[in-house]
């Protein structure tokens, strides 16, 4: 029996391979040919989306680790890194029990 949980969530996903698993899954299931959208475009987009800046003692500072608290985007990324993290764990022996709610996982291997 495992129990896993992700700390502090956001600030942990790290944002280029945040944005490296969505490019593959539009790899994967974006039909691109004869959309004037092309995948590279969503995926510049949503770098220009996930980027985040924040005034500290005057300064304006971009955020360079995870991806951002406030974004309306940021659930939906954090939850596509942790299914294909999830996708990548199980591999050829998946656990007999594997449950998420959100950041918090429960895993039993017998």
Known sequence: MISLDVISLFTSV??????TIVD???KD???????????AHITELLELCLKTY???NGQVKEQKEGIPVGSSLSGLIAETVLLRLEH?????????F???YVED??????
């Open 88 to 96: 990548l764990f199980s591999g050829s022996d998946p656990p007999k």
């Open 29 to 39: 299931k974006y039909e691109e040919i004869d959309k004037k959208l092309k995948r």
């Open 24 to 26: 593959g899954l539009l």
């Open 14 to 19: 790290a944002l280029a391979l945040a944005i």
């Open 105 to 110: 996982t429960f895993i039993t291997r017998c």
């Open 54 to 56: 924040f005034t500290l």
């Open 98 to 100: 594997w449950a998420r």
